[in-house]
């Protein structure tokens, strides 16, 4: 079984910043992509960045030059630092990963943690 914990969410102000960590737990053969996913009250959930094995990154236009995602293979941990928040990030952050366990590969998710961006 594998599960993926999430933490560092919180409530902040505008311009402040946080770090999201996400690391998967159980017996894991491997893992590839690596993203951090966001769903704001009444929209759905939308890709902010994502992250190969080998490092390369993409990231969702409204967060270019504010967010950076990055990973810890050896700790099967991945990180987004968030800085220059804005009231319109206030959402519950979700990590992905693509596993594979043995041969069999797919998705898992977390549990979610709430970002609140409020003066």
């Known amino acids: 079984q594998v599960q993926l914990v999430e933490s560092g969410g919180g409530l902040v102000q505008p311009g402040e910043s946080l770090r999201l960590s996400c690391a998967a737990y159980?017996?894991?053969?491997?893992?590839?992509?690596m993203g951090w996913y966001r769903q704001a009250p009444g929209k759905q959930r939308e890709l902010v960045a994502v992250?190969?094995?080998?490092?390369?990154?993409n990231y969702a236009d409204s967060v270019k030059g504010r967010f950076t995602i990055s990973r810890d293979n050896a700790k099967n941990t991945v990180y987004l630092q968030m800085n220059d928040l804005k009231p319109e990030d206030t959402a519950v952050y979700y990590c992905?990963?693509?596993?594979?366990?043995?041969?069999?590969?797919?998705?898992?998710w977390g549990q979610g943690t709430q970002v609140t961006v409020s003066s």
């Open positions: 992905k990963a693509d596993i594979r366990r043995n041969i069999i590969r797919r998705d898992y």
């Open positions: 992250i190969t094995s080998g490092g390369s990154s």
């Open positions: 159980g017996t894991i053969s491997s893992i590839n992509d």
